[in-house]
Nanobody, 127 residues
């Protein structure tokens, strides 16, 4: 099994920045892509970012592109999400997810391509 633990969430003003981290432990051997999703109250979970095993491929939702940057440190089994220029509409619980990759450049926007999920960390952006 794999455990994912997110951290770094909090309360920030509009225009501020936060850096989320997600540490993986357990059976983390192999090639896997990582993703970030978020869910606001009363809304469905939505894709935010995906980072390939190699780190060379990334994908972002249109709503965060240019403001959020995903990265990873495979030696530490940790993935990051740097969030800049935060807006009130970014307020949500943020979840990291891990999926076994069929190739080192794999990324995905789809929840079904992820096998493990963290418990989430809350991000609140005040106006």
């Amino acid at each position: 099994q794999v455990q994912l633990v997110e951290s770094g969430g909090g309360l920030v003003q509009t225009g501020g920045s936060l850096r989320l981290s997600c540490a993986a432990s357990g059976r983390t051997s192999g090639v896997y892509h990582m993703g970030w999703f978020r869910q606001a109250p009363g809304k469905e979970r939505e894709f935010v970012a995906s980072i390939s095993w190699s780190g060379s491929n990334t994908d972002y939702s249109d709503s965060v592109k240019g403001r959020f940057t995903g990265s990873r440190d495979n030696a530490k089994n940790t993935v990051y999400l740097q969030m800049n220029s935060l807006k009130p509409e970014d307020t949500a619980a943020y979840y990291c997810a891990m999926g076994r990759s069929s190739w080192s450049g794999m990324i995905s926007r789809f929840s079904c391509d992820y096998d493990y999920w963290g418990q989430g960390t809350q991000v609140t952006v005040s106006s």
